[in-house]
């Protein structure tokens, strides 16, 4: 009986993904049959599917395991390179909060070829809607346990950062921090823009191509100001990103955006509300406009030892 409800569940999901014209019912990736349950998202850069894997051993019927499947567009050169730097900056890091890829290919399709990614599906969402919600219903979390999350954030960014050589993520965002841990801990995903952190700029041109690039890969909001005007002359390293989870756990204890995503609005004075705790001291030095003067991750770290 149980195989039958199975069965007939199996069939319901694919006509269900026949009728939505958007894509195929089924995807074949690395010889795993996976097929196509919902929309979850559509990002910047490519949509992200809930898959069903049907040719995974699933014992009992209707434990057919969920996997999250991104597709991006691969048909151009650009666009090519940035799935494969995503796939690549997987492969670098093998960390408890940091997305793990499960398989990955580019495989033709009617408007040219698509990259895809399959992960570990997390059912809790992103930190950006967790926080919205809170907010929305006015219950805000406790500052030691916005703290404890904001930990393991920084401990999947530096795992970047403690690459040889150093990378930086870029596109730090609450949208690319899921839910883990039973809302314990984040796991970082979306990591097409991750790059050696050490960017030497010694002419106008170098300073443009890097400005142009970041604005294609660092989300305004979290772009910190000498991504926003690159100087002729000047030194990145990994602060860079620094800027971008501070302004990240703005979100998280006060419910909004420090910054409207304008160059402005980043060298403007940020408002704290009169609150002055360990969440505002981190902000704030997290926050300074002259990069030079951030902490590096692991002191930001250090800080926040005590919130385990
Ligand atoms: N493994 C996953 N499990 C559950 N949800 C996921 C997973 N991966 C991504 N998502 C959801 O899909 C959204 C978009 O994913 P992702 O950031 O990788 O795509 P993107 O196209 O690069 O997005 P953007 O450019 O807008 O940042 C995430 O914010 C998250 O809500
Ligand atoms: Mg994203």
């Known amino acids: 009986m149980n195989s ?3 069965g007939f569940r199996v069939m319901l999901y694919a006509l269900y993904s026949l009728v939505d014209k958007n894509h195929d019912s089924c995807v074949n990736l690395n010889g795993r049959k996976l097929l196509y349950q919902r929309k979850i998202a559509e990002g910047g850069f490519g949509t992200v599917f809930l898959v069903r894997d049907l040719s995974a051993p699933h014992g009992a019927p209707g434990n057919i395991p969920l996997y999250a ?29 940091v997305m793990r890829l499960v398989a990955s290919a580019v495989i033709p399709g009617a408007s040219g070829p698509q990259g895809f990614l ?17 907010t929305q219903r006015h219950q805000p979390l406790s500052l030691d346990f916005l703290l404890s999350l904001f930990r393991t954030m920084c401990q999947g960014v530096l795992a970047f950062h403690l690459l040889d050589p150093p990378c930086v993520v870029r596109d730090i965002k609450p949208a690319n921090f899921l ?15 991750v ?10 041109a170098q300073a443009d191509a890097l400005q142009d690039d970041a604005a294609i890969h660092v989300t305004a909001a979290f772009r910190p ?9 000047c030194a990145l390293d990994t602060r860079t990103d620094v800027w971008s989870l501070g302004a990240c756990l703005y979100f998280m204890v006060f419910g909004k955006m420090a910054f409207d995503g304008t160059e402005s609005a980043a060298l ?40 385990q």
């Open 69 to 97: 499947l991104k597709r991006v567009q691969a048909s151009e050169v650009e666009s090519r390179h940035t799935f494969e730097s995503e796939v690549k900056a997987h492969g670098a890091v093998t960390h408890p909060h």
């Open 225 to 233: 100001p000498e991504l926003f005007s690159v100087p002729s002359q």
């Open 179 to 193: 839910i883990a841990d039973h809302g314990r801990g984040t796991v970082l995903t979306d990591l097409g823009g």
């Open 118 to 134: 399959l992960m570990p599906y997390y059912s809790n969402g992103n930190l950006q809607d967790f926080i919205d919600l809170r």
């Open 195 to 204: 790059v050696p952190a050490a960017r030497v700029v010694h002419t106008r």
């Open 4 to 6: 039958l409800v199975h």
């Open 268 to 307: 403007a004075a940020i408002d704290y509300q009169g609150r002055n705790d360990a969440g505002t001291d981190l902000i704030k030095s997290m926050l300074q406009i002259d990069m030079r003067k951030r902490p590096t991750l692991p002191a930001v770290l250090e800080a926040l030892a005590p919130y």
